[in-house]
């Protein structure tokens, strides 16, 4: 038998994962999160945004990765659930893995909806959308609240799936208007 030793090597890590994973695990916290999570999630689910306000703090940071838009405060926060509820007033989504810890919740979801709404600038198509997004809710332990979400939208499959059905719809509309 071997008694060979690994070291290993790491990549490095900024002021705030160093801080993050030297977080010691509480259960009262835990349970805290957890519960501050399912408020949030309910709250989003029937459109309650002074309820999501209330989930997080007033300096919260709204960050969609894949496009690099930010929104700040509540009023940032207001303006990017004003903007996706708009765009999807029946906001079907369904979780499908979630992580809490001390640093907060990473949660993975697939919508699915109908875009009827102008969506944060984009007018609305009318039209069915399909999409996986991991969503990142960082704990503050002092405030005892979330201090916002960073968003990754997975669309790239998606998205040409979806453009491929518009297509599909727009030829069928075509073929039976010209039969008509």
């Given at each position: 038998?071997?008694?060979?030793?690994?070291?290993?090597?790491?990549?490095?890590?900024?002021?705030?994962?160093?801080?993050?994973?030297?977080?010691?695990?509480?259960?009262?916290?835990?349970?805290?999160?957890?519960?501050?999570?399912?408020?949030?999630?309910?709250?989003?689910?029937?459109?309650?945004?002074?309820?999501?306000?209330?989930?997080?703090?007033?300096?919260?940071?709204?960050?969609?990765?894949?496009?690099?838009?930010?929104?700040?405060?509540?009023?940032?926060?207001?303006?990017?659930?004003?903007?996706?509820?708009?765009?999807?007033?029946?906001?079907?989504?369904?979780?499908?893995?979630?992580?809490?810890?001390?640093?907060?919740?990473?949660?993975?979801?697939?919508?699915?909806?109908?875009?009827?709404?102008?969506?944060?600038?984009?007018?609305?198509?009318?039209?069915?959308?399909?999409?996986?997004?991991?969503?990142?809710?960082?704990?503050?332990?002092?405030?005892?609240?979330?201090?916002?979400?960073r968003i990754y939208f997975a669309i790239e499959h998606n998205l040409i799936a979806n453009v491929g059905q518009l297509l599909r719809r727009m030829g069928r509309k075509l073929d039976?208007?010209?039969?008509?």
């Amino acid at each position: 038998m071997s008694t060979h030793t690994l070291t290993r090597t790491l990549p490095p890590f900024n002021d705030g994962a160093d801080y993050q994973s030297g977080q010691p695990f509480d259960m009262e916290e835990y349970n805290r999160i957890k519960e501050l999570w399912l408020d949030h999630i309910a709250a989003e689910h029937r459109g309650d945004i002074p309820g999501l306000l209330a989930t997080l703090t007033e300096d919260c940071v709204y960050t969609m990765l894949n496009n690099g838009k930010v929104w700040h405060g509540h009023e940032g926060a207001a303006k990017f659930y004003e903007g996706f509820l708009n765009g999807f007033p029946e906001n079907c989504f369904s979780v499908t893995n979630v992580f809490i810890g001390p640093q907060g919740v990473v949660e993975e979801a697939h919508f699915n909806g109908v875009h009827n709404g102008d969506l944060l600038g984009l007018p609305s198509t009318g039209q069915p959308i399909e999409f996986d997004v991991a969503l990142l809710f960082p704990w503050d332990p002092i405030k005892k609240k979330f201090k916002g979400e960073r968003i990754y939208f997975a669309i790239e499959h998606n998205l040409i799936a979806n453009v491929g059905q518009l297509l599909r719809r727009m030829g069928r509309k075509l073929d039976m208007a010209e039969q008509k």
